[in-house]
């Protein structure tokens, strides 16, 4: 399987078998084996724990060289050795990879804390005065994913295992039309998500469960029968605001229209005639005739001097 792609269908990814008898304790951060006689193990070791691989059951008073050789992945190996002289010589400088106690009492190496980068092949040699013993390990590191789940819009439903090693495998009760995706990051973890649509009302409750070698999980949510009123609301949020600026700008042209009608109307109006304009016309010719001027000014002078 690609570790980058999209599947329409759920894929499996094959399961490592264990032929090491392994006993994990995850309040001790601790893995303990036991060793066959010979030849090499598959042992897998969850992170952030502590690995003990023992060397083959040989009496340590018979051993007169015990040796690990350690061989990391795109690193050159590195060897730890113990003499019955009490000599020990080591060119392996990582001080988390040490015998469990004293090699001349236990030649068991320790991993404490094992981390990501430990994957590789660790071989103990054994030489006695019976022969040379020999048990090797094929170590593969254990990354417990991130799992979340969350609910998208129209009924759908995310469910991710982030950053594990192997990748998970994600199922879904009930089934949906679901599309998975699988990524793999550089460090050799990998992320799986699904994501499934039920586009069936009568569904109310899904859930999700992720399968691991470092552990299970379910997790279940309610999916929401009114998914897409959110839709609905952001599309009513757009129109309203809208819908206000075209009555603001109706407005505001019904204004002005109203505006221009009275400016109309003001300038039909008829012109006010001046007073002298609407005297009868006896008036007129009192004003313009010079025997009427003569005979009114007699008459004022006549008054004047009677006073």
Known sequence: MPCLGRTSDLQLLPVLTVFLVVASSVDGKQN??????????????????????????VQLTNAIVTTWKITLRDKPPCIRAYRRANETSANCTDERITWTYRPDQNAALQIDPVIITDDGFYECD?????????HGYHLQV???PEVSLSQSKNRTVVCKAVAGKPAAQIAWTPEGDCVSEHKCWGN???????????AES???????SVFHEAGNWSLFTELNQGAETPENLRIICIILP????????????????????????????????????????ESYTEKSNPLYDTTHRVLKTSQMLQS
């Open 188 to 198: 050799g973890t990998v992320t799986v998500q699904s994501t499934c649509h039920w």
């Open 32 to 57: 303990h084996t036991k060793v066959p006689t010979g030849g090499n193990t598959f042992l897998t070791v969850l992170e952030d724990t502590k690995a003990v691989l023992p060397c083959p059951p």
């Open 126 to 134: 054994m030489v006695t005065p019976d022969g040379n013993f020999y």
């Open 202 to 208: 009568n569904v109310s409750t899904v859930s999700c």
């Open 142 to 144: 254990l990354v417990a």
């Open 242 to 281: 809208i819908l206000c600026i075209l009555v603001i700008m109706g407005s505001i042209w019904l204004l002005k229209i109203i505006g221009c009608r009275k400016c109309k109307l003001k300038e039909t109006e008829p012109t006010p005639v001046e007073e002298d304009e609407m005297q009868p016309y």
